[in-house]
């Protein structure tokens, strides 16, 4: 079986989160000479195959077997992959059956490794992610099997396979404001305190501001407004509240209390609730580290092109392996079709994956 056909093979598992459709066992099978740990919680199943080469280091790829649901708009049936004109057409071509088709063969073939080498699998990245990656780490972690470095084989690349790597993530803070006023006749709006007007007086100053100026991996974390909603939906009643929701994707120098003082200070003279929660935490790993460099190295050799490092993007389950000290980083083929219908990537692309990822294998030392 060469790596197109297990890239197949993974895209005819209809694994719509949480499901894996038996996906999980074939993977087993698949790389049966790797030792087994395996988790089952609340529908979502978690696979870690492990091999010990030697004494050294420990090397984990990771991905998720989950997709998005397929909705509307496909031209083929969405869990039978289809070949034509150089790409490979399913749900989860890029979104990231491809990567793990490329590092599950280059795990299998691998012949030398100078330490561990594993790969921890999820059916649940696509969903809430809270017993997927998340919780197998914790049990990794009881058993001091915790990795040195990892790869996650989401993809990253933009214009043409090999150009980016991504060494870090922004986080994630999601927040809800709401600016408590005095309901009233529209009629007489002396008699009340509108909590539209008295936001609208700050609102310019907040809505789209960059909270720092980023440093030379991250962009700026910014201000971004997503909901605001008041109002009975009638127009002789002035509102009592308002609530203005907002998402800010921060970079490592701002954080909560940053995000609270900057609130704060347009709107310590009225009267508000502010509500702030982190869905995920910014991370940067080192460009000198050597799984950066060792990768960098291998898409040189595999593609001639030397790719650049970026930050750019949303979450992923490598947020969950840097906060346990690993040193993560990602790769994959392009991003430019996940999610949507008639998805699809290039069978070149697959292939050339899967030879990076056998270089990173030779060439660790």
Not at 244 to 251: G, K, L, S, Y
Not at 331 to 346: L, M, S, Y
């Amino acid at each position: 079986m060469d790596v197109i056909e297990l890239f197949k093979k993974l895209l005819s598992f209809k694994s719509v989160t949480p499901s894996d459709d038996g996906a999980m066992e074939f993977i087993k099978n698949y790389l049966s000479d790797f030792e087994i740990i395996e988790n089952e919680k609340e529908g979502v199943k978690n696979l870690f195959l492990y091999k010990k080469f030697s004494e050294g280091e420990h090397l984990c790829f990771a991905g998720h077997i989950d997709v998005v649901p397929p909705g509307i708009g496909w031209n083929t049936d969405p869990f039978e992959p289809v070949e034509k004109d150089g790409f490979i057409y399913a749900r989860g071509a890029q979104d990231m059956k491809s990567g793990v088709a490329a590092f599950l063969y280059a795990l299998k073939h691998a012949k030398n490794f100078k330490g561990t080498l594993s790969t921890l699998i999820t059916s649940d990245e696509e969903g809430d992610a809270v017993y997927g990656t998340k919780y197998m780490l914790e049990i990794l972690k009881e058993k001091n099997l915790i990795p040195d470095f990892a790869i996650v084989a989401e993809p990253t690349c933009e214009k043409e396979f090999g150009d980016a790597v991504k060494i870090g993530r922004r986080g994630s803070i999601n927040g809800v404001l709401k600016k408590i006023g005095k309901q009233g006749h529209a009629a007489y709006p002396e008699k009340s305190i509108n909590p539209i007007h008295k936001v609208a007086e700050v609102l310019h100053k907040i809505a789209g501001v960059d909270l720092d100026a980023g440093d030379e991996f991250f962009a700026p974390s910014k201000f971004v407004v997503t909901d605001i909603r008041a109002g009975m939906e009638v127009t002789n009643v002035t509102p009592g509240e308002l609530k203005m929701m907002f998402n800010v994707r921060n970079n490592t120098h701002t954080d909560k209390e940053k995000i609270k003082n900057f609130i704060h200070k347009y709107f310590k003279d009225m009267n508000y609730t502010l509500e702030l929660n982190q869905s995920a935490k910014p991370f940067i790993t080192n460009p000198n580290t050597k799984v950066v460099k060792t990768l960098d190295k291998a898409i040189q050799k595999i593609t001639d092109i030397t790719p650049k490092h970026s930050t750019a993007g949303g979450t992923s389950d490598a947020r969950f392996f840097a906060e346990y000290g690993v040193k993560t980083i990602e790769f994959g083929v392009k991003n430019d079709t996940i999610h949507a219908p008639n998805e699809r990537t290039g069978k070149d692309e697959v292939i050339k994956l899967s030879k990076v990822f056998e270089e990173v294998i030779k060439e660790w030392n």
